[in-house]
């Protein structure tokens, strides 16, 4: 139920970021419980900003 549409919603929402990061790249994505109330654009918004500091980090 709930589960199910975060996870959903997050799957769609990396999925279409891949492309964007770098080859070889492995992703984990973990929902916290304040993911379950979240809106799709707040979820974009997290993920987004979790992976640009990730790409930020791994290329120091």
């Given at each position: 139920?709930?589960?199910?549409?975060?996870?959903?919603?997050?799957?769609?929402i990396?999925?279409?970021r891949?492309?964007?990061?770098?080859?070889?790249?492995?992703?984990?994505?973990?929902?916290l419980?304040?993911?379950?109330t979240?809106?799709?654009?707040?979820?974009?918004?997290?993920?987004?900003?979790?992976?640009?500091?990730?790409?930020a980090?791994?290329?120091?």
């Open positions: 139920m709930i589960r199910n549409r975060v996870k959903r919603r997050l799957r769609a990396t999925a279409s891949l492309d964007d990061l770098p080859a070889g790249t492995s992703v984990v994505i973990r929902a419980p304040a993911a379950a979240a809106t799709f654009a707040e979820l974009e918004t997290d993920v987004d900003g979790a992976l640009r500091q990730a790409v980090k791994a290329a120091r």
